[in-house]
Every structure is written in structure tokens, then in C-alpha cells.
């Protein structure tokens, strides 16, 4: 059973590029949740979401950031015109539909670099 | 508004000096206080949850604890091996986490 998959491991934009974020779900997960990890901060959580709902967007930037998780295929977070202050790790995690105590698996994470 | 403490920031220990890491926290209804473990590189894993005031858990040689404000991480006799980086978090109210910066393990031979 793999875990979490999240893909590229590494990503390298250039500013005012786009980036795509792939997180494919623990199989039976259909919650993800996004986070971001700044380097000496926190993880600061993002998005929430279910198929094909965004539940909970409270922590994405109200611009240039989207998050969707569509009926096919994996969840995708696109950053627009990224700056260098977009420079992180970012985390994404499932949980199945019955988790209540939101110990939820992560991924490895996507280094995201902007030159 | 909901927030997390955790001290210290990095903590070195020789191998077998046990210690504790502290979480303190600030909710309007806890929903849950959770460890998680973060290698470099990697992404957390998930050590415990804990729900209640009393409430202990263990993992080898991990004890997790909770009160009313904060949260321990006994370690005993630590090895190499369980240098990482030690996140608390808490459960948020849409089902997100909020977590504190970490504390960072060095156990030395």
C-alpha cells in the first residue's frame, strides 16, 4: 500500500513562472490537506480538501495560489507568476473518510526553488 | 486565536541522557495535541495523539503526556537514531493542524 505520493521532489522556476504541485492520496483517502514549510517556520496549513470540494481554503493566499482535487486523478496546488517568497516545502497529507482524530499521513514534500 | 509553543528550539543530548521536549498551547477547544517526527528532506510522521488531560502514550522509547496547557516528549536513553525534528501541532476546527516550529534533536554517540 504506498503512501503518499507527491511529485516533482524537486522543482526549479524561474519568477513569474507557474507552478504544479501533484499529491496522489493514500488509496481509500479522499480528504488531502496542503501545507507549506517555510524554511525556520512552521508548517502552515493551506487548503482542505475532498473530491471535488474545496472544504477549507483559510490559509491559501488570495492570490495566485488554486487548489483542486478533481473526481479523476491526483490533487493538483498551481502558484501563478511565482515570486521568491514562494521558495518552500510544500506537504500535502490524506486521511480516509472516516478519520476523526486527524493523525493523517504526509507525503515527502515538493521542494519548490524560484531563481 | 489558536497557537502553538515549542521549546527549545534545538536541544544535543550524548546518547542515553533522557530529556523532555515542551509544547505549549493555546486553543479554544482542544481537538486533539499530536507529535509528529520530521527527518531532513522528508516529510512528518505521525507518533501519537492525545485527546485529554492524563492522557500518556509510548512508543518505544518515546512517552508522550498531556495537560491542561501543555504537552511533554519524554525521551529515554536516546539513540542517534532519534535525531529528527519533533513537531507538536493541534487540531484546528475544519480539520487542519496547526503546528508549532519544532524542536530540533541531536543525539550524539
Known amino acids: 500500500n504506498a503512501g503518499v505520493m507527491q511529485n516533482p521532489r524537486h522543482l526549479v522556476r524561474r519568477r513569474g513562472q507557474e507552478a504544479r504541485l501533484r499529491c496522489s492520496p493514500m488509496?481509500?483517502?479522499?480528504?488531502v490537506y496542503w501545507y507549506r514549510q517555510l524554511p525556520e517556520e512552521g508548517l502552515k496549513f493551506m487548503v482542505y480538501?475532498?473530491?471535488?470540494?474545496?472544504?477549507?481554503e483559510s490559509g491559501m493566499p488570495k492570490e495566485r495560489f488554486s487548489a483542486e482535487f478533481p473526481k479523476e486523478g491526483p490533487s493538483i496546488l498551481r502558484i501563478q507568476q511565482v515570486v521568491r517568497g514562494d521558495s518552500a516545502a510544500y506537504f500535502c497529507?490524506?486521511?480516509?473518510?472516516?478519520?476523526?482524530?486527524?493523525?493523517?499521513?504526509f507525503g515527502s514534500g515538493t521542494r519548490l526553488t524560484v531563481v | 486565536e489558536d497557537q502553538v509553543t515549542q521549546s527549545p528550539e534545538a536541544l544535543r543530548l550524548q546518547e542515553g541522557e533522557s530529556s523532555s521536549l515542551n509544547c505549549s498551547y493555546t486553543?479554544?477547544?482542544?481537538?486533539?495535541l499530536f507529535w509528529y517526527r520530521q527527518d531532513p528532506g522528508k516529510g512528518p510522521e505521525f507518533l501519537f495523539t492525545l485527546y485529554s488531560a492524563g492522557e500518556e502514550k509510548e512508543k518505544e522509547r518515546l512517552k508522550a503526556t498531556l495537560t491542561k496547557k501543555e504537552s511533554f516528549l519524554h525521551i529515554t536513553a536516546p539513540k542517534p537514531e532519534d535525531s529528527a525534528t519533533y513537531l507538536c501541532a493541534v487540531g484546528g476546527s475544519q480539520g487542519n493542524l496547526i503546528f508549532g516550529k519544532g524542536t530540533k534533536l541531536s543525539v550524539k554517540p
Open positions: 480538501l475532498q473530491k471535488e470540494n474545496i472544504i477549507d
Open positions: 488509496k481509500g483517502h479522499s480528504h
Open positions: 497529507a490524506s486521511s480516509p473518510e472516516t478519520q476523526a482524530n486527524y493523525g493523517y499521513t
Open positions: 486553543v479554544s477547544g482542544l481537538r486533539g
